[in-house]
């Protein structure tokens, strides 16, 4: 079965660059959610779409920025990086006229250097 | 502040014997609860869950107990495999199993052959 797929699975930027990290859903499902897992941390929620729409806001710092498209894949952009940045990002899915629970990705390692 | 806690860091069992994960959670709004499976470099894979109105759900050797009074569940895992290895989070939500997770720290789980 299709699971979500996030892209890159790794990713080295240095100070003050900017980095665009992708996620594509399972086939159905409408809601997309971001999470960041900082080391020794549990996962903490960032952002989430419901049908290309905005749904719930967690602490997402300003300099990062998603959207949900058409195909319903979403994109974290994230700006001036900072060394606490690096981390690992989760993307899940779920659908939400179900009743699904989330399914994650196998999440975006990003190091800021 | 952590509202869903998991106080044992880690967890070493015999193979064929019983795990047992502890989870405590402080929002009472919170009314479904979920595990995953965590193994490195991979994605959190959903386990089991349970919705606050039951106290008990079962999916083959994985059995999750709530107790609403206590604000506190469990996972019990019988009989324990080598495979099973991993680190286990503990997640809440308020509205269902689509909204956002709040998650637990974690445990990780060693099963000795």
Known sequence: ?113 | DQQVKQNSPSLSVQEGRISILNCDYTNSMFDYFLWYKKYPAEGPTFLISISSIKDKNEDGRFTVFLNKSAKHLSLHIVPSQPGDSAVYFCAASVGGATNKLIFGTGTLLAVQP
């Not at chain 1, 299709?2 to 100070?15: D, F, N, T, W, Y």
């Not at chain 1, 700006?79 to 659908?95: Q, V």
């Open chain 1, 1 to 113: 079965a299709a699971g979500v797929i996030q892209s890159p699975r790794h990713l080295i930027k240095e100070k003050r660059e900017t980095a665009t990290l992708k996620c594509y859903p399972i086939p159905r499902h409408d809601t997309v959610y971001w999470y960041q897992q900082g080391p020794g941390q549990d996962p903490q929620f960032l952002i989430s779409f419901y049908e290309k729409m905005q749904s719930d806001k967690g602490s997402i710092p300003d300099r990062f920025s998603a959207q949900q498209f058409s195909d319903y894949h979403s994109e974290l952009n994230m700006s001036s990086l900072e060394l606490g940045d690096s981390a690992l990002y989760f993307c899940a899915s779920t659908w939400t006229g179900r009743g699904t629970e989330a399914f994650f990705g196998q999440g975006t390692r990003l190091t800021v250097v």
